[in-house]
């Protein structure tokens, strides 16, 4: 996959680069950050160095997942981090994909995170086939689950023993966004059932974020 660059009113959101390493360092010393998504902690230069020079790019040309710097126009703040992790491990899940975030502390409650995540969602399902996107985030994480909400994501359950954090296994919030939701079509036609029908239907949106770098903190 060639590195794409998506903006919005507010922001640019590209492939994070080496100079990003001083602020993706700086955001992950946040203790919500490291709490609530996989990063390493303690959170050492060394890493955000490994994550901008050698992860990101390798992610991208291997086409397995998609790290999105956020920033913004006027400046190119970082703001946050957006990611699209793609599910191909098995033939079935071709056209399924995750999306995750974090948000840079000092940036939260701006509606930056949702405006991003609008704009990779939109790009998953009209540029790259997405029919499925997925998201998942740590019961318990109020601030991603408010964004996944606020974007149209549906809960669909609580799974146990999702999530391996800090040595413990830990349940997990999961939704999903279709096409549909957003009023676009899909190439692979979808039979709802009738349970789905019924126990699917569109939930109240929350105050308005696991990106390959984690599961979200707003």
């Known amino acids: 996959m060639e590195p794409v660059t998506l903006t919005t009113e507010r922001l640019i959101l590209r492939p994070f680069r080496p100079i990003d390493t001083d602020a993706v360092f700086a955001a ?5 950050i490291q709490r609530w998504t996989a990063v390493p902690s303690p959170y050492e230069r060394a890493h955000a160095e490994d994550f901008t020079s050698r992860l990101c790019p390798e992610n991208w040309r291997d086409d397995v997942t998609y790290d999105f710097a956020v920033v913004t126009k006027s400046d190119g703040t970082l703001v ?8 191909a491990h098995l033939r079935t899940l071709k056209h399924q994909a995750e999306l995750g975030y974090w948000t ?8 930056y995170t949702d405006e991003a995540a609008r704009a990779v969602i939109e790009w998953a399902f009209t540029r790259l086939g997405v029919e499925r996107l997925e998201w998942s985030c740590e019961a318990g994480n109020e ?3 408010a964004v996944a ?7 669909e359950g609580t799974d146990r023993a999702r999530i391996v954090h800090q040595g413990t296994r830990r349940d997990a919030w999961r939704g999903a966004l279709l096409p ?10 979808y039979l709802p059932s009738k349970a789905s029908e019924t126990s699917n239907a569109p939930q109240a949106s929350e105050a308005p974020g696991r990106a390959s770098t984690a599961p979200s903190a707003v």
């Open 28 to 32: 992950c010393q946040d203790p919500d």
């Open 180 to 189: 549909s939701d957003w009023g676009l079509p899909s190439t692979t036609p």
């Open 104 to 111: 840079v502390r000092e940036h939260r409650r701006r509606g």
């Open 149 to 155: 909400l606020g974007v149209g994501f549906r809960i």
């Open 143 to 145: 601030g991603s689950r």
């Open 80 to 87: 946050g981090a957006m990611g699209l992790v793609r599910l």
